[in-house]
């Protein structure tokens, strides 16, 4: 079956770094488009970025483009996101998906930026 693993999730200060990755199994990853969803307390799943099968094209909400960069290892089978100068907004539990909804995410990862 599907298995979607994160991890690199923390406590960092604003403007700090942190790189999330995503162990996928169960199905054809290096086929799939792959996507990082977030979801804020209280707030409901935002897509934050989007990655081609072959990692050629990539994707980024507003809100995060030019700080987060999305990244994949076909041959690990693992999705990654590299997130640079982080904000206090950026404070979510992190999943990595197999659609654009969040429908197939894993169990997620805590984010939390705070001084």
């Known amino acids: 079956q599907v298995q979607l693993v994160e991890s690199g999730g923390g406590l960092v200060q604003p403007g700090g770094s942190l790189r999330l990755s995503c162990a996928a199994s169960g199905f054809a990853f290096s086929g799939e488009w792959m996507y990082w969803v977030r979801q804020a307390p209280g707030k409901g799943l935002e897509w934050v970025s989007t990655i081609t099968p072959l990692g050629t094209g990539t994707d980024y909400a507003d809100s995060v483009k030019g700080r987060f960069t999305i990244s994949r290892a076909n041959d690990k089978n693992t999705l990654y996101l590299e997130m640079n100068s982080l904000k206090s907004e950026d404070t979510a539990v992190y999943y990595c998906?197999?659609?654009?909804?969040?429908?197939?995410r894993g169990q997620g990862t805590q984010v939390t930026v705070s001084s």
């Open positions: 998906a197999k659609d654009i909804q969040g429908g197939v």
